[in-house]
């Protein structure tokens, strides 16, 4: 082969690299379009489907415990008080604190709604749901939790019950939603991490001292109930106008 043809059969290799560069970029842009559009319908879904919950209270807790574990028990009873005191309760979905939630206002008198996440492990639906919404997002899974509660109820849990506790935290801190009662079960179990909030975050000026109040620590079921009628007695279970577009600018 001469210099000739080497320079040609070099170009024409170049040429034909870019177009599969080109191909693959193409493709790319597309999967990334319709991803926008399956979370789109989410959002859609589930809107839709939870628009007549209301009021709602949403549990949050630990995916590994069972029926034996006084957690359990512990969440059963509060979801049965609250769906009795007319509260759909919102949960994971999932098994441990979300199964006792959905299994509490499941044989209440109110909705048991179950927000269930897809993952490779650990989640798998209950079966004490009235409404049972999927989803692939956390992030639209967690907007929902937000959006139809007029409070949470959070047990102990692990990396992803402190992620919906902070979510809530920020976002009632920056004035981004509604501020509603955050209720943390388990004295003992809560305790380290709010003295760590007392002796770092506010000691070291990285939150204000106000911002602790936005938790409150009950352990009695019939107290958590009480608390949360207690925060509502002098308005309206459902968002002020204001409040209203808090929400929609979540």
């Given at each position: 082969?001469?210099e000739k043809?080497?320079l040609?059969?070099g170009?024409?290799q170049g040429?034909?690299s870019?177009?599969?560069?080109s191909?693959?970029?193409?493709?790319?842009?597309a999967r990334?379009?319709?991803?926008v559009?399956?979370?789109?319908?989410?959002?859609?879904?589930?809107?839709?489907r939870?628009?007549?919950?209301?009021?709602?209270v949403?549990?949050?807790?630990?995916?590994r415990?069972?029926?034996?574990?006084?957690?359990?028990?512990?969440?059963?009873?509060?979801?049965r008080?609250?769906?009795?005191?007319?509260?759909?309760?919102?949960?994971?979905g999932?098994?441990?604190?979300?199964?006792?939630?959905?299994k509490?206002a499941?044989?209440?008198?109110s909705?048991?709604?179950?927000?269930?996440?897809?993952?490779p492990?650990e989640?798998?639906?209950?079966?004490?749901?009235?409404?049972?919404q999927?989803?692939r997002?956390?992030?639209a899974r967690?907007?929902?939790?937000?959006?139809?509660?007029?409070a949470?109820v959070?047990?102990?849990?692990?990396?992803g019950?402190?992620d919906?506790?902070?979510?809530a935290?920020?976002?009632?801190?920056?004035?981004?939603?509604?501020r509603?009662p955050?209720?943390?079960?388990?004295?003992?179990?809560?305790?380290g991490?709010l003295?760590?909030?007392?002796?770092?975050l506010?000691?070291e000026?990285?939150?204000n001292p106000?911002d602790?109040d936005?938790?409150?620590?009950?352990?009695?079921?019939e107290?958590?109930?009480?608390a949360i009628?207690?925060h509502?007695e002098?308005?309206?279970?459902?968002?002020?106008?204001?409040?209203h577009?808090?929400?929609?600018?979540?």
């Open positions: 082969m001469n043809e080497k040609s059969k170009r024409w040429a034909k870019v177009d599969s560069a191909a693959r970029q193409t493709a790319t842009s990334e379009a319709w991803r559009f399956g979370i789109m319908s989410e959002f859609v879904e589930a809107t839709e939870l628009a007549t919950i209301r009021p709602a949403s549990i949050f807790g630990s995916a415990i069972g029926p034996d574990s006084s957690y359990y028990q512990q969440t059963e009873k509060i979801a008080l609250l769906s009795d005191a007319g509260f759909s309760v919102v949960s994971g999932g098994p441990g604190v979300m199964e006792a939630a959905n509490g499941f044989e209440g008198k909705m048991s709604i179950g927000l269930n996440i897809q993952l492990h989640q798998k639906k209950n079966q004490y749901q009235d409404i049972s999927s989803f997002h956390f992030f967690k907007y929902m939790f937000v959006k139809v509660a007029a949470y959070v047990m102990p849990g692990g990396f019950t402190l919906e506790l902070l979510e935290l920020t976002l009632i801190q920056t004035g981004k939603s509604p509603i955050l209720i943390l079960v388990g004295t003992e179990f809560w305790a991490i003295d760590w909030f007392r002796e770092r506010v000691a000026h990285m939150i106000e602790i936005l938790l409150q620590v009950i352990d009695d079921p107290r958590v109930v009480a009628f207690d509502y002098t308005r309206g279970f459902g968002p002020l106008p204001e409040e577009e808090l929400l929609l600018n979540l």
